[in-house]
């Protein structure tokens, strides 16, 4: 730990002479850059850049740290990074485009729209619009690792899988937040429009809105001018990871800067005017940022920073909450190697975004709740030490050892090859290699190691597979909580 700080100490002394950054001398925003600073070091961060708009300018500005730590390439307002779930807020707008072009009724089935859309029964396959997909009231959960292939599934595919997924609410009942439905918006407007996603997004709202250094692509982040790469930290080291592949996805797949956001947080403050000019539509941008489905979240239970925020609704890509008596309009996007965090306060005309190149967006949402007291004049509070306090401590070895002896297999290895397939999350294939079982998820190497008679450690949500087998025991599918909130997904062995 010793060895990280004095690192980071010396980095913290270039973290201010980043180029093309914006500072203000409002007195409001002092402080700001040892804060961020601070957070960076005890969050180990390699960069992050910071925006701060206020009706319809930009008052602040500025990058901090490093975009390529290895060449010391610095972050600035320019740097893109992934923005991930704060994808889904452009995608809403997206569709609110269609909706005043009277090519969509977001209150209609959205099947009438897109008759390839199924769900695994008849009452959501006929009645869930568009609106409960944009507030994620479908009952369908994540299911995120259905996505998870070395070769990225085509939106077609998703689109057909989605008909075996099984829902963990009622219709209607809960907000269950699924990535899944905003991806398949992105299908429902090319449907409506003949274009890709990323294609009428470019159209419609980044080149009104002069956001010229973002894409819409996982893959592009590579392509913008100045970019910056994805880090992790391992044993107080900071790595460099491999950035994604992955192309269009309307959940999360945008790059942007800071600058380039600022854009976009001044014309949802102005009702979708920029520069005079009219990009969004007032009205969704008013129904997008109020509550449309209530998930009270907070305060949040045994987290003690957040006794005076309140309610957790839900709007069009937005959650919706009193932020210490202040309407906040907010959403984070976390992505490997990236997190970040959109934040704007209608009734104040302030906005803020931060984006960050570390998997973790807890990170952004500190950073983003100091300014947004500073800029309110709120009581100060740290934000910093009340959540860091929390963080839950790394396991001894010795829990881990005791972790792993368990009873041996119950079948000799060569039993349990072969391939093992579910509808929806597609294939997995083990087999033995040097008397050592191994394992494939869909083309994708997964970590495997026996844990207990027939229960593996996998890298899988969940951490575990189990094999089953038949009456005459004969082993016949493997299973894992690969989406938690429903029963586990069992994949059938193929016969051969």
Same mark, same amino acid.
């Given at each position: 730990?010793?060895?990280?700080?004095?690192?980071?100490?010396?980095?913290?002394?270039?973290?201010?002479?980043?180029?093309?950054?914006?500072?203000?001398?409002?007195?409001?925003?002092?402080?700001?850059?040892?804060?961020?600073?601070?957070?960076?070091?005890?969050?180990?961060?390699?960069?992050?850049?910071?925006?701060?708009?206020?009706?319809?300018?930009?008052?602040?500005?500025?990058?901090?740290?490093?975009?390529?730590?290895?060449?010391?390439?610095?972050?600035?307002?320019?740097?893109?990074?992934?923005?991930?779930?704060?994808?889904? $807020?452009?995608?809403?707008?997206?569709?609110?485009?269609?909706?005043?072009?009277?090519?969509?009724?977001?209150?209609?089935?959205?099947?009438?729209?897109? /008759?390839?859309?199924?769900?695994?029964?008849?009452?959501?396959?006929?009645?869930?619009?568009?609106?409960?997909?944009?507030?994620?009231?479908?009952?369908?959960?994540?299911?995120?690792?259905?996505?998870?292939?070395?070769?990225?599934?085509?939106?077609?595919?998703?689109?057909?899988?989605?008909?075996?997924?099984?829902?963990?609410?009622?219709?209607?009942?809960?907000?269950?937040?699924?990535?899944?439905?905003?991806?398949?918006?992105?299908?429902?407007?090319?449907?409506?429009?003949?274009?890709?996603?990323?294609?009428?997004?470019?159209?419609?709202?980044?080149?009104?809105?002069?956001?010229?250094?973002?894409?819409?692509?996982?893959?592009?982040?590579?392509?913008?001018?100045?970019?910056?790469?994805?880090?992790?930290?391992?044993?107080?080291?900071?790595?460099?990871?491999?950035?994604?592949?992955?192309?269009?996805?309307?959940?999360?797949?945008?790059?942007?800067?800071?600058?380039?956001?600022?854009?976009?947080?001044?014309?949802?403050?102005?009702?979708?005017?920029?520069?005079?000019?009219?990009?969004?539509?007032?009205?969704?941008?008013?129904?997008?940022?109020? /509550?449309?489905?209530?998930?009270?979240?907070?305060?949040?239970?045994?987290?003690? $920073?957040?006794?005076?925020?309140?309610?957790?609704?839900?709007?069009?890509?937005?959650?919706?909450?009193?932020?210490?008596?202040?309407?906040?309009?907010?959403?984070?996007?976390?992505?490997?190697?990236?997190?970040?965090?959109?934040?704007?306060?209608?009734?104040?005309?302030?906005?803020?975004?931060?984006?960050?190149?570390?998997?973790?967006?807890?990170?952004?949402?500190?950073?983003?709740?100091?300014?947004?007291?500073?800029?309110?004049?709120? /009581?100060?509070?740290?934000?910093?030490?009340?959540?860091?306090?929390?963080?839950?401590?790394?396991?001894?070895?010795?829990?881990?050892?005791?972790?792993?002896?368990?009873?041996?297999?119950?079948?000799?290895?060569?039993?349990?090859?072969?391939?093992?397939?579910?509808?929806?999350?597609?294939?997995?294939?083990?087999?033995?290699?040097?008397?050592?079982?191994?394992?494939?998820?869909?083309?994708?190497?997964?970590?495997?190691?026996?844990?207990?008679?027939?229960?593996?450690?996998?890298?899988?949500?969940?951490?575990?597979?189990?094999?089953?087998?038949?009456?005459?025991?004969?082993?016949?599918?493997?299973?894992?909580?690969?989406? /938690?909130?429903?029963?586990?997904?069992?994949?059938?062995?193929?016969?051969?």
């Amino acid at each position: 730990m010793d060895k990280f700080i004095l690192l980071v100490g010396s980095l913290l002394v270039l973290f201010t002479q980043t180029r093309a950054q914006t500072a203000s001398d409002d007195q409001r925003l002092a402080g700001i850059d040892t804060m961020v600073n601070r957070v960076l070091r005890d969050w180990h961060v390699a960069g992050c850049a910071v925006a701060v708009v206020e009706k319809n300018k930009v008052i602040y500005a500025k990058g901090f740290g490093y975009r390529d730590l290895d060449n010391k390439l610095p972050v600035t307002p320019n740097t893109v990074f992934s923005i991930a779930s704060c994808t889904k $807020a452009f995608t809403a707008q997206l569709i609110g485009t269609l909706v005043t072009n009277g090519k969509l009724n977001i209150n209609q089935p959205v099947h009438h729209y897109y /008759p390839e859309l199924v769900f695994n029964n008849e009452l959501l396959t006929n009645y869930v619009t568009v609106k409960d997909m944009l507030t994620h009231r479908t009952g369908l959960p994540r299911h995120d690792w259905l996505t998870a292939s070395k070769v990225p599934l085509s939106l077609d595919s998703i689109v057909y899988r989605i008909r075996f997924l099984e829902p963990s609410a009622g219709f209607r009942e809960q907000l269950k937040y699924c990535n899944l439905m905003y991806t398949v918006l992105g299908g429902l407007v090319q449907k409506l429009t003949g274009k890709t996603w990323e294609a009428y997004m470019k159209e419609k709202i980044l080149a009104p809105l002069e956001m010229n250094n973002t894409n819409c692509l996982i893959s592009d982040l590579t392509k913008a001018p100045e970019y910056s790469l994805g880090y992790t930290v391992r044993n107080d080291t900071l790595i460099k990871g491999t950035l994604g592949s992955d192309g269009a996805n309307a959940a999360g797949s945008m790059n942007a800067s800071v600058n380039d956001m600022a854009n976009w947080l001044i014309a949802l403050l102005n009702e979708g005017t920029y520069k005079g000019k009219q990009v969004l539509s007032p009205q969704f941008v008013r129904e997008a940022t109020s /509550p449309q489905m209530s998930a009270p979240s907070r305060p949040r239970s045994g987290l003690p $920073a957040y006794p005076d925020a309140y309610f957790g609704d839900y709007g069009y890509g937005w959650n919706i909450a009193s932020y210490r008596g202040h309407y906040q309009v907010t959403h984070g996007g976390d992505l490997p190697l990236f997190s970040s965090t959109t934040c704007f306060f209608p009734t104040d005309s302030v906005g803020i975004v931060v984006l960050v190149n570390k998997f973790d967006a807890t990170i952004s949402e500190i950073i983003t709740n100091c300014i947004a007291d500073k800029i309110l004049s709120l /009581p100060y509070k740290d934000w910093n030490g009340l959540i860091l306090a929390r963080q839950p401590k790394n396991m001894t070895v010795s829990t881990l050892q005791r972790r792993t002896v368990g009873k041996p297999l119950t079948h000799p290895p060569l039993d349990y090859t072969g391939y093992y397939i579910h509808p929806a999350y597609g294939m997995i294939q083990v087999f033995n290699q040097n008397d050592t079982l191994q394992a494939i998820y869909n083309g994708r190497s997964i970590f495997f190691k026996h844990l207990n008679f027939d229960t593996f450690r996998a890298a899988v949500p969940g951490g575990r597979l189990h094999f089953s087998m038949n009456t005459e025991g004969k082993i016949i599918s493997v299973s894992g909580a690969l989406e /938690p909130e429903v029963n586990d997904i069992i994949f059938l062995k193929k016969e051969k």
